[in-house]
Nanobody, 123 residues
Framework: QVQLVESGGGLVQAGGSRKLSCAGS????????VGWFRQAPGKEREFVAA????????QYADSVKGRFTISRDNAKNMVYLQMNSLEPEDAAVYYC????????????????WGQGTQVTVSS
């Protein structure tokens, strides 16, 4: 079982940037596809971005395309989410998760989840 730990959340002004990190444990992490999801209060958890295990392919939700960039460093067992031009609507708890499916935006396809990191965007 892969364990995931997110970090990098915090308070940021609208229009600002933030970089989230997802640290994975275990030798299998570098062979798993990884996604970022987010959940705002009172809303369902939604797909944000995903990256294939090789790092050669990425996918994004329409709401973040052009603003967010997902990347990974398999040598460090890390996946990142660079968030630029943040909007108040981006405020949420952000989670990373692993999957053997790619591409996929479905929660049910992702099994191991981190505890989440809070991103707050002030207007």
């Amino acid at each position: 079982q892969v364990q995931l730990v997110e970090s990098g959340g915090g308070l940021v002004q609208a229009g600002g940037s933030r970089k989230l990190s997802c640290a994975g444990s275990g030798r299998t992490f570098s062979y798993l596809n990884v996604g970022w999801f987010r959940q705002a209060p009172g809303k369902e958890r939604e797909f944000v971005a995903a990256i294939a295990w090789s790092g050669q392919s990425t996918q994004y939700a329409d709401s973040v395309k052009g603003r967010f960039t997902i990347s990974r460093d398999n040598a460090k067992n890390m996946v990142y989410l660079q968030m630029n031009s943040l909007e108040p609507e981006d405020a949420a708890v952000y989670y990373c998760a692993t999957t053997t499916h790619y591409p996929s935006t479905l929660l049910r396809d992702f099994n191991s989840w981190g505890q989440g990191t809070q991103v707050t965007v002030s207007s």
